[in-house]
């Protein structure tokens, strides 16, 4: 069975800080695909990145950043100078490539980023 | 496109009753899910459907009913609502599977008495 932990359950930064978001999984497929989503206070769940399992360069979109590293089993999410807006609920979701029955996306039990002026 | 849409935002429900949560998506997705998310656990999968008259169960389906009658539409039946299903509902859809991203509707709020 598929699995995701976010150990870090509350983080709180003071403005411009970097914080890095931990994201450890299990499966036992070796073709799979990693999910980072958002959400902010007002509620609703904003994709931030899909990556499958056979590409393990590091991702950079602005001040985010990813480092997904097979070996530990680890797909941790990096914040550079954050701002108070990145003040949300951070969920790490893994699902294994299939399509037709077992399609499941299994979520981490999500992380809250607190960003102080 | 309005993508995922939810009805009803907020719903009060007395222990026993019964309603349906509607989900729909106009971007001809085949893959549907439904989610309940509790504070401290995350979103869980409740139901999740690959098709047009296909319907399999997730992570925590007991209580909760689906059908998928069109690939546009669904519905989440609560048969008889208990307070241990207060919680937000969060449907979802993808092209294909759960290996695609997914797009969230912007939630339902239940809370049973």
């Known amino acids: 069975a598929q699995k995701v932990t976010q150990a870090q359950t509350e983080i709180s930064v003071v403005e411009k800080e970097d914080v890095t978001l931990d994201c450890v999984y299990e499966?036992?497929?070796?073709?799979?695909?990693l999910f980072w989503y958002k959400q902010p206070p007002s509620g609703e769940l904003v994709f931030l990145i899909r990556?499958?399992?056979?590409?393990?360069q590091n991702e950079i979109s602005g001040r985010y950043s990813w480092n997904f590293q097979k070996s530990t089993s680890s797909f941790n999410f990096t914040i550079t100078a954050s701002q108070v807006v990145d003040s949300a609920v951070y969920f790490c979701?893994?699902?294994?490539?299939?399509?037709?029955?077992?399609?499941?996306?299994?979520f981490g039990k999500g992380i809250t980023l607190s960003v102080r002026p | 496109n309005a993508g995922v849409t939810q009805t009803p935002k907020f719903q009060v429900l007395k222990t026993g009753q019964g309603m349906t949560l509607q989900c729909a998506q106009d971007?001809?997705?085949?893959?549907m899910s439904w989610y309940r998310q509790d504070p401290g656990m995350g979103l869980r999968l409740i139901h999740y459907?690959?098709?047009?008259?296909?319907?399999d169960q997730g992570e925590v389906p007991n209580g909760y009913n689906v059908s998928r009658s069109t690939t546009e539409d669904f519905p989440l039946r609560l048969l008889s609502a208990a307070p241990s299903q207060t919680s937000v509902y969060f449907c979802?859809?993808?092209?294909?599977?759960?290996?695609?991203?997914?797009?969230f509707g912007p939630g339902t709020r239940l809370l049973v008495l």
């Open positions: 979701a893994l699902s294994e490539a299939v399509t037709g029955a077992n399609s499941k996306l299994t």
């Open positions: 971007m001809n997705h085949e893959y």
């Open positions: 499966t036992r497929d070796t073709t799979y695909y």
């Open positions: 459907s690959v098709g047009a008259g296909i319907t």
């Open positions: 979802a859809s993808s092209y294909r599977g759960s290996d695609e991203t997914q797009y």
């Open positions: 990556r499958n399992s056979f590409d393990e």
